[in-house]
């Protein structure tokens, strides 16, 4: 079952509140997500760690629930 754009949306924020989520969706079929967050959480972390906290924010579903994410992380300007 997909997971739509706003569950993804809201567990990023749930982790992240200051978090500003851009949902983009690459196929049609609500399994194929691009995801840019922004976040003040992120000055200071590599591009890896970053990624690591919106990953850890989906609680485990990458793979499973959420089949495929295209991930873009930035810090405020």
Sequence with gaps: MPMAAADIEAMIKAALPDAVVEMTALVDDG??????VTSAAFAGKTRVAQHKMVY??????????LHAL????????
Excluded: N
Excluded at 31 to 36: K, L, M, N, Q, V
Excluded at 70 to 77: D, F, G, M, N, R
């Design 70 to 77: 295209q991930l873009s992380t930035a810090v405020p300007k």
């Design 31 to 36: 399994d194929h997500w691009r995801a840019h």
């Design 56 to 65: 850890d924010a989906l609680g485990g579903r990458m793979g499973g629930v």
